[in-house]
């Protein structure tokens, strides 16, 4: 069963912390990357973050040096910490999962399996 579960979402104020969880199903944790994308209204989807099944990851350029992706395998959680938010991180955030490894090379970490979402609002 496919199954994503996101949560941690919240408000903050700018220069703030946040930590995002994905609960996965045992089958969708197994994929062979997850990562996290974001949207905010009347912006692209954007790629923020994946991690490979050997645990190699990327970020997007915005993410570097500020967000960080991990997983905790005995729980079948993907997480992503998210420290000095700025209000341009405002969007809603998603968790997904590759079906395929061809997946695993796109940019903006809109796999196949995705959760519902959870809310990030930065505030200046």
């Known amino acids: 069963q496919v199954q994503l579960v996101e949560s941690g979402g919240g408000s903050v104020q700018a220069g703030g912390s946040l930590t995002l969880s994905c609960a996965a199903s045992?089958?969708?944790?197994?994929?062979?990357?997850m990562g996290w994308f974001r949207q905010a209204p009347g912006k692209e989807r954007a790629g923020v973050a994946s991690?490979?099944?050997?645990?190699?990851?990327t970020y997007a350029a915005f993410a570097k040096g500020r967000f960080a992706i991990s997983k905790d395998n005995a729980k079948n959680t993907l997480y992503l910490r998210m420290n000095v938010l700025k209000p341009e991180d405002t969007a809603m955030y998603y968790c997904?999962?590759?079906?395929?490894?061809?997946?695993?090379?796109?940019?903006?970490?809109?796999?196949?399996?995705r959760g519902q979402g959870t809310q990030v609002t930065v505030s200046a």
């Open positions: 997904s999962a590759a079906s395929s490894v061809a997946q695993c090379g796109r940019g903006d970490v809109y796999y196949t399996y």
């Open positions: 045992v089958y969708t944790y197994t994929s062979p990357c």
């Open positions: 991690i490979n099944s050997d645990g190699s990851t």
